[in-house]
């Protein structure tokens, strides 16, 4: 890892979110039957600008309208066995339980 100069990073240089860097090295997308991916693998990383620290919230910039923590109740029920938390088989999947529904 180098600067924007050439010159190789001092020990414990930390890079964080934010900063400015350029990667050199190999991008490859594979499949192997039916699954798909991509494969990174970096030979050298040229710090451009290096952020000394990092505001994960301006990250995303302003508050955008979707999902709101403060009105999601979590299912905590994991691993529990009772049978009044199983719904009647209708042939329709449960609100909440859709998370691997394709």
């Given at each position: 890892?180098?600067d ?24 490859a ?16 990383v ?5 952020s ?8 995303f910039?302003a ?17 529990d ?11 329709e ?10």
């Amino acid at each position: 890892m180098t600067d924007a100069k050439g010159k190789a990073l001092k020990q414990g240089t930390v890079i964080r979110g934010g900063s400015l860097i350029r990667i050199a090295g190999v991008i490859a997308a594979w499949e192997k039957g039916a699954k798909r991916g991509v494969s990174l693998w970096p030979d050298a990383v040229r710090v451009i600008k290096l952020s000394e620290g990092f505001d994960a919230n301006a990250a995303f910039g302003a508050a955008e309208d979707g999902f709101d923590a403060d009105e999601y109740e979590p299912n905590t029920s994991f691993g529990d066995d009772d049978a009044s938390d199983t719904p009647a088989d209708d042939g329709e999947t449960p609100a909440g339980d859709d998370a691997y529904s394709l």
